[in-house]
């Protein structure tokens, strides 16, 4: 037996709940043949799991280290935004204008398309796949008599201050969607989606679908099609400060369609354009062009809203398909409605207050963005733990609970502890950075008692799926 499992098996032998000999013994087996694993040899590994009513420790192992949660960490943000906000609180995204259209529908002056940090607003585009919220704006101009504006639109963010992206984000994060810029006024997550397909025979153009067909970015590709078997070596490429994608290399004929979501820079700016665009779909003239600003004059009227979707809806978008962009927005929501500034600093400050005030020690804790996406995020399995303890009791635990991927179902656990025994049995938070991967939730039984438990795994340098079923084989044996 190797240091590792001796380490373990002195760790194991207290903190067990009284249960039959025979499950214990298999409980013991099982986690200590999954963190004895080759995928687990070098890696640094924290567990925390407690009975869940009563905190009653099960398996414990290092769980006051300070340890990188990867998206483990959007249990925080959303928890605190759930416990801010409330799960029916939605947010406003507004056409104002300092003047009201004359009897020929002319608008004489600038058209501010004002966010309101409303992190749902893309999910309008998959109804609207052109122009999304955006044209149901235009529509409700339209329908207000509206048929020439005479300025500019120009598109206002100014609800979120301070840096656009997190700290310490990795670089190389930053051309795609999981990296894009943190803005009040997000359109199409401030990204574009671009689908890209082989061509008929060796030799043909790639296929490109732009979503949206914005002009406010361009798509340059000399990339081809080569022939069925031949490796792929298709290159995307955006150079910073430019709303240029280059496309380079070949994709083999046969492959299956690729999809790439591709951050741009300047969020209102696009939202403006993209509003630009949708209004003269809708037959209003636009004469003074786009720009950005960051709030519209004070007295300005509001000429047509959108109102989002509520916040028990969005946290699924966060915690079910662990989504970057839609975690930074709540993050900097929840320092507006607490501090009232809506800024990384003031979500920063307004998390730990909230983990604070309910029972999480933070010592071991460096709380640096959101989404988990920054390598100087530390949590400790233990807080972690105790959060998950503390939003089974919280008075909206069923809107947090429900946002949670559920395994074997949907969201990021869609794909594991699908098995007959854990399938629908367990709801976790999953978290993946290289070199990291954590889990941490709900765990029920067919018998005995609920647990919640946090595994969190750092240096690992064997490959994700085999470290990922190492995870899974800790919790299935709780199960």
């Given at each position: 037996m190797n240091g590792l499992a001796v380490a373990l098996v002195a760790t194991l032998a207290s903190p067990l709940p009284p249960a039959p000999t025979a499950v214990a013994a298999r409980i013991e087996r099982a986690v200590?043949?999954?963190?004895?694993?080759?995928?687990?040899?070098?890696?640094v590994v924290s567990v925390d799991v407690r009975t869940l009513e009563g905190g009653r420790p099960v398996l414990v192992r290092n769980p006051d280290l300070s340890m990188t949660p990867a998206s483990v960490m959007k249990l925080a943000t959303t928890a605190a935004a759930l416990d801010a906000l409330g799960p029916e609180a939605r947010f406003s995204t507004t056409l104002q204008s300092?003047?009201?259209?004359?009897?020929?529908?002319?608008?004489?002056?600038?058209?501010?398309?004002?966010g309101g940090g409303d992190p749902s607003l893309s999910r309008e585009l998959l109804n609207r796949p052109e122009y999304g919220v955006l044209e149901i704006l235009a529509d409700a101009?339209?329908?207000?008599?509206?048929?020439?504006?005479?300025?500019?639109?120009?598109g206002c963010g100014g609800l979120f201050v301070g840096e656009r992206r997190g700290s310490?984000?990795?670089?190389?994060?930053?051309?795609?969607?999981?990296?894009?810029?943190?803005?009040?006024?997000?359109?199409?997550?401030?990204?574009?989606?671009?689908?890209?397909?082989?061509?008929?025979?060796?030799?043909?153009?790639?296929?490109?679908?732009r979503h949206p067909p914005s002009d406010y970015y361009r798509v340059d590709s000399t990339a081809v099609t080569c022939a069925e078997?031949?490796?792929?070596?298709?290159?995307?490429?955006?150079?910073f400060g430019r709303n240029v994608i280059s496309l380079h290399g070949c994709l083999a004929a046969g492959s299956p369609a690729l999809d790439r979501f591709v951050a741009?820079?300047?969020?209102?700016?696009?939202?403006?354009?993209?509003?630009?665009?949708?209004l003269r779909a809708k037959g209003i003239e636009v004469t003074g062009g786009i720009a950005s600003c960051e709030e519209p004059p004070a007295g300005a009227l509001v000429l047509a809203r959108y109102q989002g979707a509520p916040l028990k809806e969005i946290l699924k978008d966060v915690n079910k398909m662990s989504h970057n962009l839609r975690a930074e927005m709540l993050f900097r929501l929840v320092g507006q409605k607490i501090h009232g500034v809506g800024s990384a600093?003031?979500?920063?400050?307004?998390?730990?207050?909230?983990?604070?005030?309910?029972?999480?020690?933070?010592?071991?804790?460096?709380?640096?963005?959101?989404?988990?996406?920054?390598?100087?995020?530390?949590?400790?399995?233990?807080?972690?733990?105790?959060?998950?303890?503390?939003?089974?009791r919280h008075r909206d635990a069923d809107a947090f609970r429900d946002s949670l991927p559920v395994s074997g179902v949907d969201g990021t656990l869609k794909d594991r502890l699908g098995d007959g025994?854990?399938?629908?049995?367990?709801?976790?938070?999953?978290?993946?950075?290289?070199?990291?991967?954590?889990?941490?939730?709900?765990?029920?039984?067919?018998?005995?008692?609920?647990?919640?438990?946090?595994?969190?795994?750092?240096h690992a340098t064997a490959p994700a799926g085999e470290v990922r079923r190492a995870i899974d084989e800790i919790v299935s044996a709780l199960l």
């Open positions: 200590r043949h999954a963190l004895a694993s080759e995928a687990l040899r070098q890696a300092t003047a009201r259209p004359d009897s020929q529908g002319h608008l004489m002056a600038d058209l501010y398309l004002v101009l339209h329908e207000a008599g509206v048929r020439r504006v005479e300025g500019k639109v120009r310490d984000w990795p670089w190389e994060d930053l051309v795609w969607s999981y990296g894009a810029e943190v803005s009040a006024l997000t359109f199409a997550d401030g990204s574009a989606n671009l689908k890209l397909s082989a061509g008929a025979a060796p030799g043909d153009p790639i296929g490109i679908e078997g031949a490796p792929s070596n298709l290159v995307l490429e955006r150079p741009l820079e300047d969020p209102p700016l696009y939202a403006a354009t993209v509003q630009g665009e949708a600093e003031a979500g920063r400050d307004a998390v730990s207050d909230f983990l604070k005030a309910h029972g999480v020690d933070l010592q071991g804790w460096d709380i640096e963005d959101g989404s988990g996406d920054s390598r100087s995020d530390l949590v400790t399995a233990r807080g972690i733990t105790d959060l998950l303890r503390a939003m089974y025994r854990a399938k629908g049995r367990v709801e976790a938070k999953t978290g993946t950075l290289r070199h990291v991967h954590a889990l941490a939730g709900y765990a029920h039984p067919q018998r005995g008692e609920s647990l919640v438990f946090t595994v969190l795994v750092n």
